[in-house]
């Protein structure tokens, strides 16, 4: 059912929580993982004139390397992998992926911010959710690791 996963990462520790189910649909799918990770720049906006452009760019491309890499790492060797950096919205950045990667699905994290945090800061997962051309699943990750989570009584196998 699923040939592609696309599996956004932000580089996080709580983010590998999600790539944990990417993992497991594509090992149960025969599927590839595909890796992305998006330079956001709008946040550097106010920066001074003074600021070399071309820096802040390089650090924020090292950022979504390392990202890869480590996502990489965490995909077992038989499970092909492919990744990509891309520059923008990660929203945008995101479904535009999915619509040019022939990817089936998206597994993404979720930070489960409510109230105002969400009102103020938005919700990326949201907005893949509303905008994506395929399914989305997404995984409620936190700080304090899967650890402190019930484990599940059974597993749902999607086909």
Not at 49 to 65: H, K, Y
Not at 68 to 86: C, M, N, Q
Not at 125 to 153: M, S
């Amino acid at each position: 059912m699923y040939d592609q996963l696309l599996a956004p990462t932000d580089g996080s520790p709580e983010v590998e929580q999600a790539l944990e189910y990417a993992v497991d649909l594509a090992r149960e799918h025969d599927a590839t993982i595909r890796g992305l990770y998006v330079v956001n720049a709008a946040g550097y906006v106010g920066l001074p004139m003074e600021t070399a452009w071309d820096g802040v760019s390089d650090v924020l491309r090292g950022d979504g390397e390392r990202a890869l890499r480590r996502l990489e790492e965490i995909v077992p060797s038989d499970i092909p992998v492919e990744t990509v950096v891309r520059e923008g919205s990660p929203s945008r950045a995101i479904v535009e992926e999915a619509e040019t990667s022939d990817c089936d699905l998206v597994v993404m994290g979720t930070h489960g911010r409510g109230g105002i945090d969400r009102l103020l800061l938005g919700s990326i997962t949201e907005c893949v959710v509303r905008r994506a051309p395929v399914p989305v699943l997404t995984i409620q990750v936190d700080r304090d690791g899967v650890e402190d989570r019930p484990e599940p009584t059974s597993r749902v196998t999607l086909e």
